[in-house]
């Protein structure tokens, strides 16, 4: 448990903020354009009007289409944790070693049945 407490600080904690930062930019920058899209797949019915029904059954999938998983936010997750990999990685590793993880490596042993 330690181990993967120490893992997300040194490494996921950091990608997730950076993540989250880039794709709350993202929203904000193109706020006016994914309202439009929203309110526009709401009404249903395309009667210039959204009843609660429409909104009811329609909000949720349109902003999650619309906020959540655009191609703008992939890109910005994929070349994110890219990075980070590329960057973390060497430093979770001699971080883990540094608290011993590579002695408890070495002195475990498998058996195959």
Known sequence: MACNMKMFELALKPVAKQVCEAILH?????????????LKECDKDKDGLISKEELCEHFFQTVRTHCFMT???????NDTVAAAVT?????LVASLNKIGLKRQREECTCTVM
């Open 87 to 91: 960057e973390y990685g060497p430093k």
């Open 71 to 77: 191609p703008q936010n992939l890109k910005i997750i």
């Open 26 to 38: 993202d929203q904000m920058v193109r706020i006016d354009e994914i309202c439009a899209a929203v």
